[in-house]
């Protein structure tokens, strides 16, 4: 049974977490507080979309 159990990606980006789902969509948080954006979780994609979603939004919050 262990051995079907597939480890998702995390990896760190401008302060947030992204942390890959096993449907492959993304949750990303904030590392730390006080939180700039709220969490959110996006739809599949892939890594360098949830990068560009979150830079649009970082700006937008500028």
Request: proline share 7%.
């Given at each position: 049974?262990?051995?079907?159990?597939q480890k998702a990606?995390?990896?760190?980006?401008r302060g947030f977490i992204l942390m890959e789902q096993?449907?492959?969509?993304?949750?990303?948080?904030?590392?730390r507080s006080?939180?700039?954006?709220l969490p959110f979780r996006t739809q599949v994609?892939?890594?360098q979309a949830v990068k560009s979603i979150l830079d649009m939004k970082l700006l937008l919050t500028e």
């Open positions: 049974m262990n051995d079907q159990i990606a995390s990896i760190h980006y096993y449907d492959k969509s993304w949750l990303v948080r904030p590392e006080p939180m700039v954006l994609c892939s890594v």
